[in-house]
């Protein structure tokens, strides 16, 4: 499975972007999609995920009301539209899938197999 994620930019605050995780290779719908970000000399932090029927979805508790995740498993594709956009939202985001099990913790990166390569949010004041 591959994971190709697009959608990064610089944009102001206050600003809104959309970004898109497109998966390929031997995919399946029934996988649960994450987004994590990095800042520089930060760790990994959660934002946002959900379960393959979208009848779960969690936030990171900085990006709750500002950020949303969705997906379109026809096209297995997943998105994290970003409004409201802070300076301190800037960081790579990197988009994730992994299968689901009864008790998954979508907020945990060791739930997730499969990695993009991060694309770049940069937030100006």
């Known amino acids: 499975v591959q994971l190709q994620a697009s959608g990064g930019g610089l944009v102001q605050a206050g600003g809104s972007l959309r970004l898109s995780c497109a998966a390929s290779g031997r995919t399946s719908s029934s996988s649960a999609r994450g987004w994590f970000r990095q800042a520089p000399g930060k760790e990994r932090e959660f934002v946002a995920a959900m379960s393959w029927s979208g009848g779960s979805r969690y936030y990171g508790y900085s990006v709750k009301g500002r950020f949303t995740i969705s997906r379109d498993n026809a096209k297995n594709t997943a998105y994290l539209q970003m409004n409201s956009l802070k300076p301190e939202d800037t960081a790579v985001y990197y988009c994730?899938?992994?299968?689901?099990?009864?008790?998954?913790?979508?907020?945990?990166?060791?739930?997730?197999?499969?990695w993009g390569q991060g694309t770049q949010v940069t937030v100006s004041s």
């Open positions: 994730a899938a992994g299968y689901e099990h009864p008790t998954i913790n979508l907020a945990a990166p060791t739930e997730y197999a499969y």
